[in-house]
Every structure is written in C-alpha cells, then in structure tokens.
C-alpha cells in the first residue's frame, strides 16, 4: 500500500471558520480598546485578545501543526543526550504529502 496501510485520522478545517472566528477577536478588541482604561477592570482584556489572535492564526495552519506534531514526537523518542529512546507514549504522526494547510 501506498501509506503503509496504517490506521489514520483526519482532521479537517470547517470552511469559513478562519475569517468568522478572526472576525469575533477583532470584535472583542475594538470592544476592549474601549474599556482599557477602566479602573474596575484589573487586566487589559485588548492585550490578551490580541494574544489569542496570534496563537489562533497558527492554529488554522495545519501544515504548522503537522510540523510541531513531529517535534513532538522526536522528542518523546530522544533522550536528553540525544540517544534513541522508546517513547513514554504513542504519539500520532501526519502523513507525508497529504497535509495542507485545511487537512491534515
């Protein structure tokens, strides 16, 4: 078989969902600019909105995820001194050549 004939799971991205979520954090940060000098309000909420927007857009990008899915994973199965080891647990793997940036 092509792939190994391995079991695998796929992960596909909701059409739309990039632009709808990002949309409703710069929602919330127009809406957080606004309050950002209130007394009564202890964290500056635009800040964090903002944070969540960079991590977000990283979060769409399968083809990221698939790369830190492999860090991962070769980390789990190295030692510190960078020897082979088994690994504590099974960690899942992308397919090579079958991620995009919506798949994976």
């Known amino acids: 078989d092509k792939f190994g004939g391995r079991e695998v799971a796929v992960k596909c991205q909701r059409p739309a ?38 991590q977000l857009a990283d979060e769409f990008d399968f083809v990221k995820e698939a790369a830190a899915m ?15 080891s088994t690994p504590p647990l099974l960690t899942p793997l992308p397919v090579a050549n079958l991620v995009t940036r919506r798949v994976l």
Do not use: C, H, M, W
Not at 70 to 84: D, F, I, K, N
């Open 17 to 54: 969902i990039e632009p709808k979520l990002l949309g409703d954090i710069a929602n919330l940060k127009t809406l957080a600019k606004g309050v950002r000098n209130v007394p009564s309000i202890p964290v500056d909420y635009y800040v964090v909105f903002s944070e969540l927007e960079k």
């Open 70 to 84: 492999e860090r991962v994973a070769q980390t789990l199965s190295t030692t510190p001194s960078g020897e082979p």
